[in-house]
């Protein structure tokens, strides 16, 4: 589970749930904007902002493919420079 939220798409429908011992801990824009950059068909947003407040975990939406990102990330490393000790 994410450290404060996770998110399951079920046969039934697409399921959100917020962890009530790290309710304090939780991002709601950003668990908001996350909801809507996985393009959820049909969220029920005044059962998300009530699992905000209380936790717990419940169906946000109906049964639906969950939409895939398509982004990439690059990272690079560097080795630190052990002249300048």
Not at 8 to 16: A, M, N
């Amino acid at each position: 589970m994410h450290t404060a939220y996770d998110l399951r798409y079920e046969e039934d429908g697409v399921y959100l749930e917020v962890n009530t011992r790290r309710i304090a801990d939780l991002d709601r824009d950003g668990l908001m904007q996350h909801l809507h950059s996985k393009r959820i068909s049909g969220l029920n947003e005044e059962f998300v902002k009530t699992l905000m407040v209380y936790g717990g975990y419940t169906r946000v939406a109906p049964a639906q493919t969950e939409h895939i990102y398509e982004e990439e990330l690059s990272i690079e490393t560097a080795k630190p420079d052990s002249s300048s000790s």
